[in-house]
């Protein structure tokens, strides 16, 4: 089985732009997480999604959004960008049925840096 | 104070130690994961565990849910064990979702 894969691996952007990731999860997995990870911060959720739903969503501002497609793949949106966003984006995906066994694949990250 | 805190934040072993992180964690949950990060980002699902313990080769895990703690340990640590070790908490928010709460990581440096 083909891990999750994310896309692009590597982005520069300046202040101000907006910017759209890709994660595609394992075959079969219905469930999206997005984390942000920084040296100051460490790893954060950003938000989870369900069958195309936000099932859940973490402490970051509506700049950052996602959707899910019905083949289950998931985008990541960040408007207005800011330095602070510089950062690597992992998503993980899961069966999503149960979270006390549910195992999270993690996928390799976009490192996002932000000019 | 963190939901999730870990200890230490550096662990230097030499090769063939027995070795221990630790994780205390605050809220309510439904699973504790431990999780490796290597070098570059990539992060590797170790161990989930709601109670008990659970092995894998030289890598053992534990939880104590009364005592809201969880141990991970690394027998006859190996220069290919250093990595970054994350304890992570499937909250429980009320239904059937998957949201994480890590703590900082262990960086591990296991020497020759």
């Known amino acids: 089985k083909a891990g999750v894969t994310q896309t692009p691996r590597y982005l520069i952007k300046t202040r101000g732009q907006q910017v759209t990731l890709s994660c595609s999860p394992i075959?079969?997995?219905?469930?999206v997480s997005w984390y942000q990870q920084t040296p100051g911060q460490g790893l954060q959720f950003l938000f989870e999604?369900?069958?195309?739903?936000?099932?859940n969503k973490g402490n970051f501002p509506g700049r950052f959004s996602g959707r899910q497609f019905s083949n289950s793949r998931s985008e990541m949106n960040v408007s207005t960008l800011e330095l602070g966003d510089s950062a690597l984006y992992l998503c993980a995906s899961s069966l999503g049925t149960d979270p006390s066994t549910d195992t999270q694949y993690f996928g390799p990250g976009t490192r996002l840096t932000v000019l | 104070k963190n939901e999730v805190e870990q200890s230490p934040q550096n662990l230097t072993a030499q090769e063939g130690e027995f070795i221990t992180i630790n994780c205390s964690y605050s809220v309510g949950i439904s699973a504790l994961h431990w999780l490796q990060q290597h070098p570059g980002g990539g992060i590797v699902s170790l161990f989930m565990l709601s109670s008990g313990k659970k092995k894998h080769g030289r890598l053992i895990a534990t939880i104590n849910i009364q005592e809201k703690h969880s141990s991970l340990h690394i027998t006859a640590s190996h220069p290919r064990d250093s990595a970054v070790y994350i304890c992570?908490?499937?909250?429980?928010?009320?239904?059937?979702?998957?949201?994480?709460?890590f703590g900082t990581g262990t960086l591990l440096a296991v020497q020759p």
């Open positions: 992570a908490a499937s909250t429980l928010p009320g239904g059937a979702t998957n949201k994480l709460i």
């Open positions: 075959s079969g997995h219905r469930s």
């Open positions: 999604y369900f069958s195309e739903t936000q099932r």
